[in-house]
């Protein structure tokens, strides 16, 4: 039997490109085909860089729907709460703060609970149109995977969570990722963008050409 192929997974819970690659690597794992590991990737950690990035808050959130909606044609559905997102009345979050809960996550219950507070958080930005920038809505997911929310958010804050992020902030550096989402292959092959399920079952077939998958 092959081995799996390993895919270090960079994203951010408010990337509506890494909303579209989760579920796509999950079917692969599911299959057997990956084994995939999480590394938090915070495009802008605060209001700050959120202006320096877009000129203010009000551009932030009409050019990151902008990328909702392209986002939304490339798959094909409708799982994008573009309106309800535009209507909300907060700004559009930073995803350092739910970075730091998919860390704790980490700590406490591994890859997968990693993978299952992504995932969670996600659907409540993309879907539900919450504020994942607020402790709560993210302390409600921790709750909802059985966690409880005063050590959770204790984990948050903890050295441990800073050491993790700067772990995978120096693993991008180290391969320059500079998007996402982006994957790691094998600790060696870079895939800097998103990959539908049948491109990538062929990319993986490439990079291993004596391997059937």
């Known amino acids: 039997m092959n081995p799996k192929y390993r895919i270090e997974f960079f994203h951010d819970a408010v990337c509506g490109w890494c ?6 690597l999950r079917k692969l ?52 709460n573009i309106e309800g997102m535009r209507a909300a009345p907060f700004n559009y979050p930073s995803g350092l703060l739910a970075a730091k809960g998919a860390k704790a996550a980490e700590l406490l219950g591994g890859q997968d ?6 995932d969670l958080v996600q659907q409540e930005h993309l879907q539900r149109a919450n504020n994942i920038g607020a402790i709560d809505t993210l302390l409600g997911v921790a709750s909802c995977l059985g ?10 804050h903890s050295d441990e969570v800073e050491a993790g992020l700067e772990s995978d902030r120096k693993r991008a550096e180290r391969f320059d990722i ?11 092959y870079l895939v800097g963008k998103t990959t ?9 077939a490439r990079l291993r050409p004596s391997n059937h998958v």
């Open 29 to 80: 794992a599911d299959e057997g085909l990956v084994e995939v590991h999480h590394r938090a990737f915070v495009l802008q950690r605060n209001d700050h860089e959120m202006k320096l990035r877009f000129g203010s808050l009000e551009n932030a959130k009409k050019e990151i729907l902008n990328h909702w909606q392209s986002c939304q044609r490339f798959e094909g559905t409708r799982r994008f």
């Open 196 to 204: 539908k399920y049948s491109d990538l079952v062929r990319l993986l």
């Open 19 to 24: 909303y579209i690659q989760s579920p796509i």
């Open 147 to 156: 966690f409880d929310t005063v050590e959770f958010e204790q984990t948050m």
């Open 178 to 188: 500079r998007s996402i989402p982006s994957m790691i292959v094998d600790d060696r």
């Open 113 to 118: 609970t990693h993978w299952d507070f992504f």
